[in-house]
């Protein structure tokens, strides 16, 4: 097993990092906090033609056939500039479920305008329970009228606002067993008796609403997989998001680190920052192979990266501030910028002590 990196895949990275410095420093994050969209138009087209927004989509849907390590990489560089906008709802959780499942009409049309940046898409999970377990989705689809209606809530809906379309899963089948009897729905954000509310989020360049649906009509077309069946994919793409988060952390806490060493030379400090990064590091990485790889260890492996991640790049982000001193703490200084992106992901598709549970069920064969 060569965990070493390809040629293609460090220049990717490496441009990324080049693109990203150019366009995306902190400045520019920062007029992004109160942007009624939050993110550039203009940039967000360079990066389709880059390829970016169809990085790990089929070649047949214009995009590049990519895996998750490649996807990872890219996230780490987004984490490293904090880069505001919704490539992580679009790409990893719409992207990755409409790759799995979608049929191929639905990705020939929803897909190919991601890839191209003329649609912005999301995916919506999070009801009342905060946790992301299928028993916490009990937003209602009833059948109808040729599809289905919807009613219901989801909370903390990445970028929402501007998306043109939203991944809903709701339960069709209310007596069914918890991670039985839910659909997958492909919901247009203009339909009628969609209502958007934004919400704080510490991260202000993360954008996310409540989206509430009163008696929503989703045609029989925009299922996506089957009826009753999407809890499989749908634990396969927060799995793979996981990942993703994690990646972000590093990303953050790596840029952390290195601030730091450039400031303050405390040696034990930067050493324990190092050895956590690096850890950090190794474990997105090998999650994200064992994702591509479709490994049997892949859960495990994704819930040891968030867990560890999330711990670790809180205690860097933390550090980096501390060795900065009094003006690390300041709204002038860019730390908390990097700090709130890691805080932001820290509980998202599960916190660190969730996926110790996770990771302990797996062991334990269960």
């Known amino acids: 097993m060569d965990f070493d990196f390809t040629q293609e895949q460090v220049a990717l990275r490496n441009s990324a990092r080049e693109f990203l410095s150019a366009k995306c420093n902190t400045q520019f994050v920062r007029t992004m906090f109160d942007d009624p969209i939050g993110y550039s138009k203009t940039m967000w087209k360079e990066m389709a033609e880059l390829g970016w927004l169809g990085l790990t989509f089929p070649e047949e849907n214009d995009g590049l056939g990519l895996g998750m390590v490649e996807l990872s990489m890219m996230l780490e560089e987004m984490g490293r500039a904090v880069f505001p906008g919704p490539y992580f709802s679009s790409v990893?959780?719409?992207?990755?479920a409409l790759t799995k499942a979608g049929d191929k009409a639905q990705k020939q049309k929803y897909l190919n305008a991601i890839s191209s940046g003329d649609l912005v898409a999301t995916m919506?999970?999070?009801?009342?329970?905060?946790?992301?377990?299928?028993d916490a989705i009990q937003m209602s689809a009833q059948a109808g009228g040729g599809g289905f209606v919807l009613n219901g809530m989801k909370r903390f809906v990445p970028f929402a606002h501007a998306a043109d379309v939203m991944l809903i899963p709701a339960r069709t089948?209310?007596?069914a067993e918890a991670s039985q009897g839910i659909s997958l729905f492909l919901v247009d954000t203009k339909s009628k008796?969609?209502?958007m509310s934004a919400m704080k989020n510490i991260d202000l360049t993360s954008k996310a609403s409540e989206v509430r649906f009163n008696n929503v009509m989703v045609p029989e077309e925009n299922i996506v997989g089957d009826v009753d069946a999407a809890w499989p994919v749908l634990k396969n793409v927060l799995q793979n998001a996981a990942v993703g988060a994690s990646a972000e952390m590093l990303g953050c806490a790596r840029k952390?680190?290195?601030m730091s060493v450039e400031y303050a030379k405390i040696k034990h400090k930067l050493a324990d920052m190092l050895v956590d990064v690096e850890s950090s590091h190794a474990?997105?990485?090998?999650?994200a192979w064992a994702q591509d790889a479709q490994s049997d260890d892949a859960a495990l492996a994704a819930s040891v990266a968030k867990a560890y991640t999330g711990d670790a790049s809180r205690k860097v982000c933390g550090e980096a501030i501390q060795v900065h001193g009094g003006i690390?703490?300041?709204?002038?200084f860019d730390l908390h910028l990097w700090f709130k992106r890691a805080k932001y992901y820290e509980p998202m598709f599960g916190d660190a002590e969730y996926h110790r549970e996770m990771a302990a069920r797996v062991l334990a064969g269960s």
């Open 92 to 96: 990893l959780l719409a992207g990755s």
């Open 124 to 134: 919506g999970v999070l009801e009342q329970k905060p946790n992301w377990e299928p």
């Open 173 to 175: 089948s209310q007596n």
């Open 193 to 195: 008796g969609v209502e």
């Open 256 to 258: 952390s680190m290195e």
């Open 283 to 287: 474990a997105v990485y090998y999650a």
């Open 328 to 332: 690390g703490f300041t709204w002038d």
